[in-house]
């Protein structure tokens, strides 16, 4: 089974917001589970009981080597009772990364593919030729975002969080920040931070609102100017940030997604964005999991 721990929220103590008359707490998903944590141990919830209910024994997915989705896909398959496979972008490098490493040990069977191969991910033909290799699975997709996944992203607000005027939050698939979307206030607003370069995220988002007929109460702000250079891309600034943050408060951020969002937030706030009694809350979505393989391949040491 696949039980989550209590979450708790934190309130952070500086005087940069302080002074504004401002609050900023952080919803700690990241310690819902050990190994499934954060935003993903949501977007598992439910395609894994549906697995259940499809009476599948086996769960397939995609991923990178350095994926948050294939390390919780992993073990959460594991503690539910399932077999799993990983379809992994790029050839096999050993030893294999944490990442790796950890989803081989909780039992997951990793199939790599070239990059070519890889993009056929959502093709039926492809697929086909995966249950001819792998036999009969549940299909999650690349960083698992569905109907599914929404129904347990729409979760992670929860009734006390209705006290805060803003909700912060990363951006992948952006299958988290939709399931935010679909569970806002109308007194809230929610700022999406993009972890990808590009204004296609605009139009991503908005094509997801309608495609799962979402309409959010409040205002849903997405911004793509803090994503450092791209998706798994980082800059000095954004690791002097993550070991200030660590040192402050001992909270640990993954350069991929949250420590992205958290220092937009906090430069929203030098800028003097959010409105005297404005109440943020930060969603730490997790991740951590990739720190370990991110210091091994550049060679630092953030705090993890
Ligand atoms: C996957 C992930 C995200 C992005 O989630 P999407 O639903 O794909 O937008 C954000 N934060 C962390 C830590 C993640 O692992």
Not at 7 to 26: D, R, V, Y
Not at 45 to 64: C, D, P, R, W
Not at 164 to 193: D, R, V
Not at 236 to 253: C, G, M, S, V
Request: proline share 4%; charged share 20%; glycine share 10%.
């Amino acid at each position: 089974m696949l039980i989550p721990n209590s979450i708790a929220t934190e309130n952070l103590k500086h005087p940069l917001w302080e002074n504004q008359g401002l609050q900023l707490s952080i919803k700690r998903l990241d310690q819902i589970h050990p190994k499934a944590s954060g935003n993903k141990f949501f977007k598992l919830k439910y395609n894994l009981k549906h697995a259940q209910i499809e009476g599948k024994s086996t769960v397939l997915t995609f991923g990178g080597a350095y994926s948050n989705h294939i390390y919780s896909t992993a073990a959460a398959a594991k503690y539910a009772g399932f077999k799993s496979i990983g379809i992994i972008r790029g050839e096999e490098t050993l030893p294999l990364n944490p990442t790796l490493a950890s989803a081989k040990a909780q039992g997951m069977v990793l199939h790599y593919v070239d990059r070519t191969t890889y993009r056929q991910k959502t093709e039926v033909a492809f697929i086909e030729t995966l249950k001819k290799q792998f036999g009969d699975f549940y299909l999650i997709p690349e960083g698992g975002t569905n109907a599914l996944a929404i129904k347990g992203t729409t979760e992670i607000l929860t009734t006390e969080d209705k006290a805060y005027t803003h909700i912060c939050s990363a951006i992948g698939t952006g299958g988290t920040l939709l399931g935010l979307a679909n569970s806002l206030e109308n007194h809230q607003e929610l700022l999406g931070f993009s972890s990808l370069k590009g204004s296609f995220i605009h139009q991503e988002i908005a094509d997801g609102l309608q495609k799962f007929g979402i309409i959010p109460q409040g205002k849903v702000n997405i911004l793509d100017n803090y994503h450092f250079g791209g998706y798994g891309k980082h800059t000095q600034d954004l690791l002097d940030f993550i070991r200030w943050f660590y040192k402050e408060f001992q909270i640990p951020l993954d350069p991929v997604y949250t420590g992205k969002m958290v220092y937009g937030t906090l430069n929203l706030i030098k800028k003097q964005y959010f409105p005297k009694g404005a109440k943020i809350l930060l969603l730490h979505t997790g991740g951590l999991q990739g720190i370990a393989g991110f210091n091994q391949r550049f060679g630092f040491a953030l705090p993890l």
